[in-house]
């Protein structure tokens, strides 16, 4: 499955009082996720299909989320999208969120520099 | 079970170049209609109530969303909110999206003002 | 001058991480505003006047904004719009944003309900 | 002056019912750059900035913008910022927006390649 990673800086007008995403935020990142992913497949922006498709946009008829943990104003998150399944008129596609995490050097690495 | 029922108009700014709403557009319309019903239900705002308690918001944790009949630029439609279940440490909130028709005025009622 | 006064409550997702209106809000906010001082002047909603005249929307060239004291989530503010000058072919929309205070009741009314 | 200068994809999200930017998307946009520019004069980002100086964002007193050409859906736009003077306890942001034009390949160029 052809998957198309991207990072995405949360910005502070992305973020809530809290200091976490507004959740809606969220689905606006998906969305530009969805025509970067399509843009990779077809080798034509979105815009770019819509001119020569006269199509108007991709009609969204079911969303499902899950938020296990909150990206935070300054993070850096990898959107991975993919279509999961396409039928015959209508087509799943799947974002994955994850945060970058400064890994830890191993000592042992440390060790040869020191 | 206690239902809050406002309108609201969709405007210029909610809507994408479809000239409907652009998706993410609604689940912030929703939030506001959270707040709004757990003011009705509580008689004291969202923030008064975080103030109080102490708390930073409502931690989302899973959304589901089905989009039946698209919204446009210059609709009028009633967002109906309500908690459908309270669990231990969680509750769902459904909110149902409805645009406001102009029902046609039956025969026999305009006959009487002819 | 025709002034259209509404009050608007600073939403939860109206606001960043310090608490305040995320400026490129309030902008949003007078955009609506603009849409419903027309309305008021023309007895038309936006949408009406867009189908009526064929025209799609009001290019803005020159926005300038000064903010005296931020708006934070919770507040209910009240937002007056007006037409400050028509010209030719273009016209200046001014809009001003004041925080409801709640008024001290003064202690000779407190003294009759007692 | 320190220019940063970035290259911004206009979202269909971005976008109002004319496909072009609804202009406080313009003002995120902005706020964005102005973060970016920061972090590449200081080299921490703005988040490291906040944390570091217990400060919660730069207020913002006074916006000026003018909107020379409209950005469509599917634009790239170069965002050029940079901070045009300092004083003592305030500074200025400029930021310009130039969409980025397809150069036509010269005749003499095309040749080569027949």
């Not at 498709?53 to 993070?75: E, H, M, N, T, Y």
């Not at 087509?91 to 000592?107: C, L, Q, S």
Request: aromatic residues 14%; glycine residues 8%.
């Amino acid at each position: 499955m052809l998957i198309n990673s991207r990072t995405v800086r949360i910005q502070w007008g992305d973020c809530d009082p809290a200091g976490i995403v507004f959740f809606p935020r969220y689905f606006a990142i998906f969305d530009d996720s969805t025509a970067m992913l399509f843009e990779r497949a077809l080798g034509m922006t979105k815009f770019e299909l819509m001119q020569r498709q006269k199509f108007s946009g991709f009609p969204l008829v079911d969303i499902r989320a899950r938020f296990l943990i909150p990206s935070r104003f300054g993070d850096d998150v990898v959107v991975e999208s993919g279509v999961s399944e396409f039928r015959r008129s209508s087509f799943d596609v799947r974002h994955r969120n994850g945060r970058i995490k400064g890994v830890p050097i191993p000592e042992e690495i440390r060790a040869k520099f020191a």
